[in-house]
Each structure stands twice: as C-alpha cells, then as structure tokens.
C-alpha cells in the first residue's frame, strides 16, 4: 500500500455506489427503457461499472504487489479474467440466447489485446520517448501463454468429437479448466530458465525443466 500511497477515494466510492444502484435497481424493478431517463439511466450505469472495473484493479495491484511474484502476476490475471468473464455473462442473460457469444468475445480480446493495444503502446511510446528497448524474452513468454490458452480454448473444441459440434464435453470441459487455472502450470509456461531466481522458484514449487527447454537454455 505505502508504494501507492493513500487508498484513493475512488477504490470505495464507486464500489458503494454499484452494490446502492443494483439493490435499488433490483427492489423497484428497473429495466431499461429507450427514452431520456433510460439513457441518462445507462450511462450512470456505464460510469459506475467502469469506476467498479478500475477499483477492482487498484485493490488486486495493491494486494498483487504485498504477496510478490509469481502470485502476484496470477492474482492480478485472476483479478481480470473474473472481470472479463462476468461482464461476457452479464450480456448472455439477454433475451435471445447466443452461444457462441463468450468464443466470439474471447476471440475479439486476444486480436484487440495483440494488434490494437501493442500497437497503441508502441504508437504512444515512440511519440514520447522516440526510441523503446523491450525485453524478447518477456515477450516470449507472454505470447506463449496466451498462445496455448488461445489454442486450447478457441481451436482444439473444433477437432473434439465426444460432444456434437464446435464444444467441449463435460468432462473435457473440467479438464481445460484445471489446465488453464492450475498455478503450476502458469508457472512453468512463464518461468524463464535464463534467470536463477526463477529457477530457484521452480525448484521450490517441484517444476523441472524439459529436455528441450535445458538444452535450449545451455546454447543461450
């Protein structure tokens, strides 16, 4: 908390004013008209919600930076993907079901997050600072994770055949989710053998090296 001084008034305000409008919006009943009081109605809602979103954020950053790496890391990925997934379910509960609604938003994440968000960091960065040094092996690491979870979400449903159609079944679905949300696993995809410290983790966390990954760390 001192790295980030005061707890700012936002962190509590906006999360007060979400749990106030959803136990008023719920005890009178409220839906969403296309009049002037349902719009003026929404955009307070989109303040608020993304007021709430940020808040979140800063409170996971604060408790991310307390308990350290590698858990900080996976606190503050949690922190977001829970995010992400309620907003992808709040827009499921509409009227009309649409089931490839969570794919089709996964997808549209990973092409925004790839192409617009890097390229935007890029764009502002070489604005302000003309020149930018950034880390292969960082990067490398990042895109691998993001790589597997992409293919094993988005891809390998289209080749499984235990359930009709492009979805996993039951069981499969319980096994992807203990692959992508284990710990460990996380930790081996972003632990780069190069450095001690992170050797040093793995051991303490029972994870080793492949062959290929060892052999590829003593050409380095």
Not at 137 to 144: A, P, Q
Not at 192 to 217: I, N
Request: proline residues 6%; neutral net charge.
């Amino acid at each position: 908390m001192s790295a980030h001084g005061p707890m700012p008034k936002s962190s509590w305000i906006f999360p007060a004013l979400a749990v106030v409008l959803f136990a008023v919006a719920t005890a009178l009943g409220l839906t969403f008209t296309a009049t002037a009081g349902g719009l003026a109605f929404a955009a307070l809602l989109l303040a608020i919600l993304f007021g709430t979103v940020f808040a979140a954020v800063h409170h996971a950053e604060v408790i991310a930076e307390r308990i350290g790496e590698p858990y900080g890391t996976l606190l503050l990925t949690l922190a977001v993907t829970i995010i992400e997934v309620a907003l992808i379910a709040t827009i499921m509960l509409g009227d009309k079901p649409v089931p490839a609604l969570a794919r089709d938003t996964v997808f549209a994440v990973v092409m925004i997050v790839c192409n617009g968000l890097v390229g935007l960091c890029i764009f502002i960065g070489g604005l302000r600072y003309r020149e930018q040094d950034f880390q292969v092996s960082g990067s490398n690491l990042y895109l691998s994770v993001l790589f597997v979870m992409a293919t094993i979400t988005l891809i390998m449903p289209n080749y499984t055949l235990t359930a009709p159609g492009p979805i996993y079944s039951a069981a499969q679905l319980g096994f992807v989710s203990v692959v992508t949300l284990h710990p460990k696993v996380h930790g081996g995809l972003l632990a780069d053998p190069t450095k001690p410290t992170h050797l040093a983790d793995m051991a303490d966390h029972g994870l080793e090296l492949s062959p290929r990954s060892l052999a590829t760390t003593m050409r380095r």
